[in-house]
């Protein structure tokens, strides 16, 4: 008697061989730039290539503001108004936990202060991934920004993904100074 798992496998290796070749021909008919992104090259050391990081981590020149952003409502003076991200991440960094902290404080102290999170990335990866990415570290810092009793109707999120880069440049440190979330102080 024949194993009857045995007469259908020819058939299911047929259907997955053409799931396989469809996937990839949608796959490379879609917009001209990859879907994944590149690993950010290192060196020997393992310190990434050309960056512009701090020991930390932190990118330097982060961006204080005393100012309003252009508006009528204040950031919290001397306090960076920028946080930067890991390459293809949307977690919140440590040495950034303390300007989300000074942000709180200012923006819940006064229910009439507004913000708009803008969310960044750098051009690698396919325009719909970065507009993607770029409202889940918005969201990231909104999070975080309520934990610590910020109201919900204080803040907006909008993702510009690569559409806004703040250095045109093709090599690591120009990719980390993109990746970011801006705070716009609005009213």
């Known amino acids: 008697m024949k194993n009857p798992k045995v007469e259908y496998l020819p058939m299911y290796r047929n259907l997955i061989l053409a799931l396989a070749t469809a996937s990839l021909l949608l796959t490379s008919a879609c917009?001209?730039?990859?879907?994944?992104?590149?690993?950010?090259?290192?060196?020997a050391?393992?310190?990434?290539?050309?960056a512009s990081a701090t020991g930390d981590g932190a990118v330097a020149n982060a961006g204080t503001v005393g100012d309003t952003g252009?508006?009528?409502?204040?950031?919290?003076?001397?306090?960076?108004?920028?946080?930067?991200?890991?390459?293809?991440?949307?977690?919140?960094?440590?040495?950034?936990v303390s300007v989300i902290a000074a942000h709180a404080r200012a923006i819940a102290a006064n229910a009439s202060i507004h913000v708009r999170l803008e969310g960044?990335?750098?051009?690698?990866?396919?325009?719909?991934?970065?507009?993607?990415?770029?409202?889940?570290?918005?969201?990231a810092v909104?999070?975080?920004?309520?934990?610590?009793?910020?109201?919900?109707?204080?803040?907006?999120?909008?993702?510009?993904?690569e559409e806004r880069p703040v250095a045109t440049g093709q090599t690591e440190a120009d990719w980390a100074k993109n990746r970011r979330v801006e705070f716009v102080y609005l009213n």
Do not use: W
């Open 31 to 43: 917009s001209g730039k990859s879907a994944v992104k590149p690993a950010p090259t290192t060196s």
């Open 45 to 50: 050391a393992g310190a990434s290539t050309g």
């Open 70 to 96: 252009g508006s009528g409502a204040s950031a919290p003076a001397g306090v960076a108004r920028l946080i930067y991200f890991d390459f293809d991440s949307a977690e919140i960094r440590p040495e950034f």
């Open 120 to 139: 960044h990335t750098d051009e690698r990866g396919s325009p719909e991934y970065n507009i993607g990415l770029g409202e889940r570290r918005a969201q």
């Open 142 to 161: 909104r999070r975080a920004l309520m934990l610590q009793g910020v109201g919900e109707g204080q803040l907006s999120t909008v993702s510009y993904g």
